[in-house]
């Protein structure tokens, strides 16, 4: 789960990265991403791409894991490539680089920040209230990733995707989604039950001073 | 698959802000709901659903260029301006990590808007009429399906609208030199060069996404009317 993995390297690792405030670091992506969308030379295009993996390095994050990661976006991206092709081969990788380049640009700011920190900052622009869903989804995604790994053992345990079996595969799939959706519910429940013994206002009141350079 | 796994820079400036104008705009619609049900449950069921559909659009079917997406099962169980918001929050944490480009996630909330919305009315009044919830579940998510990957489908062909072009501003609206009514004609023809620019393969696009899609639609319409049928069974009343 990418998500997981990402919030692991921006809470647990240190660098240069980890610690620039995040307000600059998210003004700095919006800029990489605004570049990379306008400029149409592949070498330019490149060498954004080989500063980006400069940072990667700098901020010892896992390389062949971020690259992985960043390469998922290309599974779509191909078939718009491929129809984009009567524009030449030069098109094709502007729209390969560009993929990579947005995508690296986004992973890179998740790898270095903690997704609170995030939401912190983007407080000053989007509504509180809109803040306090993020984390409540953020939390969230934690629990329930929890649950699914208990859910796919006995997936596996029921027989998991059988080619021979298809009917019985997509009753397992569904049933498995079916109670993840449950117990979600459930732990959601519990979850606001416990938020407004705590005096829960609809809104989660976060410190942004968690999130500057003296963090560490 | 239904949203549109576009990076960033593909679309036009003007429809992918168009995209977050009209997201800002349906907010705005439902801002009194949202307010008046701020203190409710309806903010944690909303994370869980929206955790549920991050979970499901990172599973990705490889060979088909697919991933389920869950958001007609969270539109039935949300209702539709909930759903809206859901799909924003999930469209924003798919973007975080490449799943679709950051300058498209209000156009790919729209589109999944869409979905959920549709799949929710339609599934109400299916289940009436069909009387199983899992045919009216399936049936439901193949329309719905088959609707928003539509739109999604449109906005990649506008995307290809020069809007230069479009309102007579650009460079084919002085092609053909006007003459005037006096005929000062200085008998050499001024010739533009036209560019030429080859077009994105549509119809190549078309097919590919329509191919892959619609085995992907029907194996979501099986899962989601599997998952409400489940939900019905352990939990009745819960579809209600």
Redesign the interface.
Known sequence: MDVAFLDYLATSRKSFLHSFPVGLKIIFSLILIGTIILIHKILFLVIILGFLYLLIFVSRLPFVKILLISLYPLIFALIFAYASLGRGWEWFFIILLRVLGTATTMILLFSTTPYPCIFASLGRVFPEFLITVFFMTYRSIFILFSIFENIRTGFRLRGGIQVKHPKRSLSNFAKAFGYLILKGMDDSQRFYEGLRLRGFQGKIEHNRRYCTWNRR | MSHI??????LPVWLWVLGWILLAGLFFIFKGQ??KE??S?K??????????M???M?L?I?PL?YHIN?SV?SGI?LGPAWFI?CSF?VN??L?????????VVGLNSLVISVEGILGYFLFKALRRILRKISWAGFVSTVISLLVSTSLALGIVAIGRIDLSTTFGVGHKFHQEKSTGLLKFETGEKETHKQES??????R??LL??LG?GSIGWI?EG??????L???NK??PGILE
């Not at chain 2, 796994?5 to 593909?10: C, E, T, Y």
């Not at chain 2, 099986?222 to 998952?227: A, E, H, W």
């Open positions: 796994h576009l990076p960033d820079g593909i949202f307010q701020k203190f449950s903010i944690p069921l909303l994370a869980m659903f929206a955790a549920v991050v979970i499901s990172s990705e490889v260029f869950l099962v169980i918001l929050v924003l944490i973007a975080s990590f490449g799943h679709g480009g950051i300058t620019l080859p077009q994105f393969d549509f190549k696009f590919l996404i892959f194996l099986l899962i989601t009317s599997g998952i049928t489940y939900l352990v939990r």
